[in-house]
Structure formats: C-alpha cells, structure tokens
C-alpha cells in the first residue's frame, strides 16, 4: 500500500512539474500540447496493464514525440503560415522518433519482453508510473523545440540553426551507428554473455546514449533564437536528458548490470578504466 502511494505521488509531481513549466512560459498551446502527452500515455496505460504487456510502451513515446509535434506545427501553420524552419525541426524530430521506435519496437518483439518491467507489470500504481514518466520525458525533452516552432518568429534559420543542424546530425549517426553494431554483435553467436568494445564503443561506453544527447542538445541550439525572456527555461530539456540518461535510467542501470555480470573479469576493468562513460 506504501508502495502504490508513493508511485501515485511521484506520478503526480512529475505532471505538476512539467505542468508547471507550460505555466511558467507563458504558452496555453504549450500547455495544451503537455496535457495531450500525458492523456495519450494514460490511455495506453489501460490496455497495456489489461493485457500485462510493455511491447508498445516504447513506440507509444516515439508516437507522442510526433503526436505533440504535429499538434503544436498545425497551429502555428493556420495562424502564421508555412515556415522553412518549422518543417525541418519537425521532421528532424519524426525521423528520429520513428528510427528509434521501430528500433527499439523490432528488437522487443525479438526478445519476447524488457526485464525491467517484470516486477513492475503486475502492479497498476507502479505501471501508471512509467506511463506516466514517459510522458513527462517526451514533455521536456520536447518542449524548446515546441517554444520555437509556436513562437510567432517560428524557427528561424540562421547560424545557430545550422550549427545545431550539424549537432542533430552527428548525434543521429552516432546513435544509429552504435545500435547497429550492438546489434550485430549479439547476433554473433561467439558473443553470447559477452560484451560489446569494438566500433564506436571502443571509444565510449555508451556511444548511444552519447547520440541522444548530442540529438537534444542540437535541437535545443535551433530552438534558441526563436525564445525570448521566461521561454529560455525551455533550454532545461538537453540538461534534463542528460540527467536522466546518465543518472536515473540509462547509463546507471547499465554499469551496474555490467558490473554484476562482467565486473571480475580483467578484460572488462581495463576497458572499464580505459574507455570513458560517454566521450570524457
């Protein structure tokens, strides 16, 4: 019962948070746009937790990026018309959600299931929670770009839009890259309980994770010359994935699993030492 209540809290502050951010910048489309993130990943929470499966929950995110998006480039469409600008953030963003989610959606399907929901699908409070966890991610990670493209200047091209571009860019081929030589790595049979330190992760531990961030840190650097005064705190989303990446999901959960299964092996505590977390 403590559990459950805990995991409702958690789901509560995170949708004040984020909530609260619409607020402070001042932008009801912004605002509207966050409530559709969270009413989406609520009503996928029903039939995922009836039918006890996180087979989707990942391409439901990609769903909500896009969703949120085309809500957002719509109403600024119809109020101030086409903008270059607008269209290619827009679809910088659908072509890495759609990677991504397809991504990440084949390879569940192959692995049968993600082990970290076993001990969380039987519990609806603590479902909800990554339900709702998803959508606050998708808010943030989102919400400078949304500040930009619904400002009345939509996203305007200039040097910091291309050095940006060039940031999205090398953060996408490093994040493709790196999954696809994971990728081929696990289907070799000679590397089974082995792990990965050959191609890109010869120079990071997690070069995928270090594309995502490169990813939101070039979409931040576009979004910037569209923002003015409060929005500039839209500039938390490159910050708060790498947080979250790094700190809370991602990178920590990764290097104590590989701790536990690789950690007294020699091989690995050299590469370990040697190779560093992201790119220092």
Known sequence: MKDSFRCL??????????????LFIQNELITYAVIISFLLQWTLFIPAYFFQTEKFYDISGSINYMSIVIYIYYNNYTTNGFNLGNLIISCLIFIWAIRLGVFLFLRILKDGEDKRFRSIKPSPAKFFMTWTLQATWVSICSLCALTGISSDSGIIINNLFFLGLTFFVAGFFIEVVADIQKTKFRKNLKNKNAFINTGLWAYSRHPNYLGEISIWAGISVISFSSLSNLQFVTLISPIFTYVILVY?????????????KWGHLKSYKEYIQRTPRLLF
């Open 9 to 22: 809290l958690i789901s509560f502050i995170a949708f004040s948070i984020t909530y609260s951010l619409t």
């Open 248 to 260: 809370v999901s991602g990178v920590r959960l990764l290097e104590a699993s590989g701790n536990k």
